[in-house]
């Protein structure tokens, strides 16, 4: 594209000789070139993003740590953290057992765990979530329900990225006591 001439469409970079070209323009063979480039860098960059995500997952566990502040090399500072996508894995027999129980000394109405827990021996996370949530945290009924259930890992794990408030901004430049 000539300095010139003004833009008719969206502009984009070619991925391969860095030069801006008009979309409304360009030949359909430059944009499937366009597009095949751009699909690989996209490949590219997910991968080092991934990348560099695995090595801060490492870092922060082999301080074991799930959270941290860095520094950026412009100053300004972020908050790192790991989301862990965890999923509950409930012991069916156990809760079952359980269920049956809590319905026998009268605090479940049958009707409340129908169906829970299937014969095809499978756990609707759902309702028994819900029905753990019918009973006060660390009473005796609602840690029998809750020892049915463990925790595994959801697909990967990854990093959060999230901006530090700049605490003066905020305060007005007052000190503030959050302990």
């Excluded at 366009?34 to 860098?41: E, I, Q």
């Excluded at 029905?131 to 840690?143: G, N, S």
Aim: with cysteine; proline share 4%; hydrophobic share 40%.
């Amino acid at each position: 594209m000539t300095e010139n001439a003004e833009p008719k469409g969206e502009l984009i970079v070619h991925p391969r000789t860095g030069e801006a070209f008009d979309l409304s323009t360009a030949s359909p063979g430059q944009l499937v070139e366009a597009v095949g480039l751009l699909r690989a860098d996209e490949l590219r960059f997910a991968n080092w993003r991934r990348d560099a995500e695995d090595e801060l997952i490492r870092r922060l566990d082999s301080s074991g740590r799930r959270l941290a502040v860095v520094e950026l090399p412009d100053g300004t500072d972020r908050e790192i953290a790991i989301r862990a996508n965890q999923e509950s894995v409930w012991d069916a027999d156990e809760l079952d057992s359980v269920l049956a129980d809590l319905v026998g000394r009268g605090l479940l109405a049958p009707r409340m765990v129908a169906g829970i827990v299937t014969r095809s021996v499978k756990v609707d996370r759902t309702r028994a979530n819900k029905l753990l949530e019918r009973f006060a945290l660390h009473t005796p009924e609602w840690k029998a329900i809750a020892g049915c259930r463990t925790w595994r890992q959801k697909g990967r794990r990854s990093i959060t990225v999230a901006e530090v408030p700049n605490l003066e901004d905020v305060t007005g430049g007052r000190n503030v006591d959050v302990s």
